[in-house]
């Protein structure tokens, strides 16, 4: 029998919501890297994890691209998915 799809959805601190789905997937965290450019334009990355581990093992991986990307700062950003 197929899973139930679910609609998922993230509010960030600063009030962004983020809607996912219809899913079957079983995620449970939201991640955002909002990374400042030395030009003063930003770039956004976000996705979604199974695990509150997996969602924060990104952070290493943030520190990485900025290294790799120049950025001058950049924030990251975990929240729990809520079910709609």
Not at 15 to 22: A, C, D, R, S
Not at 44 to 73: P, Y
């Amino acid at each position: 029998m197929a899973r139930k799809k679910r609609i998922l959805t993230a509010t960030m601190a600063d009030g962004y919501v983020k809607t996912i789905g219809p899913t079957a997937a079983a995620f449970t965290h939201f991640w955002r890297i909002v990374a400042e450019l030395a030009n003063g334009k930003t770039e956004v990355f976000w996705g979604h994890a199974k695990s509150l581990k997996e969602a924060t093992g990104k952070r290493a991986a943030a520190q990485d691209a900025a290294r790799q990307r120049g950025w001058v700062r950049f924030a990251f950003e975990v929240v729990e998915l809520r079910e709609e």
